[in-house]
């Protein structure tokens, strides 16, 4: 059993990227996660590359990964940070798939929306999830996401068009992480602040 209170969110960490890469075993499953950002197979140069455009001047891009010492077991986004309107969209949120229903997912997504409520000081977080990943769209509905609507066949996979629920939830609603075991939070908040006053 993984104690979470052993899991931290530090920004991203190019060591992992290739592990993070290897959770990847399918074409569905890089659709899934990731849309038509990278293509299949991913690599773990993709990975950096990634990593790199986000670190670049006036890039809007947070990435965060979870781990435990010095394994890797989970990864999420902010992107389209945009300070004026106080508004991101949360994206790629995977975990190891050994360590999945362990509450790991939680942890995450709670620790990133703490970025964005409480350090970056944003209004409203958006995520978008396709119909077909229930497992998901249940974990942002327990934490307190609103499904807003429904982008029907949002995009083309495989020869099918695929929908997507749209996602929200404002700062008001955000009960924050110390509502779950503890905070996690480590390096974080430095990463956030670059991807906002570039």
Do not use: K
Request: proline letters at 3%.
């Amino acid at each position: 059993m993984v104690g979470l209170d052993r899991v931290r969110i530090v920004g991203f960490d190019s060591r992992f990227a290739g592990t993070v890469a290897s959770w990847i075993a399918t074409p569905d499953q890089l659709f899934s996660w990731a849309g038509a950002r990278f293509h299949y197979p991913l690599e773990e140069r993709h990975l950096h590359e990634h990593a790199a455009a986000a670190s670049a001047p006036h890039a809007t891009t947070s990435i965060f990964s979870a781990a435990i010492e010095d394994r890797v077991v989970g990864h999420a986004e902010l992107t389209a940070i945009d300070p004026v309107h106080g508004t991101t969209v949360m994206r790629r949120v995977i975990v190891d798939p050994a360590l999945r229903r362990r509450g790991i997912g939680r942890m995450i997504v709670g620790s990133v929306l703490d970025v964005a409520f409480h350090e970056l000081r944003l209004h409203r977080v958006e995520l978008r999830a396709f119909d077909t990943n229930l497992a998901a769209i249940a974990l942002y509905r327990t934490i307190g996401f609103t499904v807003e609507g429904r982008l029907r066949e949002y995009r083309r996979h495989d020869g099918l068009w695929r929908s997507a629920l749209v996602m929200g939830m404002l700062a008001g609603e955000w009960r924050g992480a110390d509502h779950s075991p503890s905070r996690r939070l480590q390096a974080s908040s430095g990463l956030a602040s670059r991807a906002i006053t570039r």
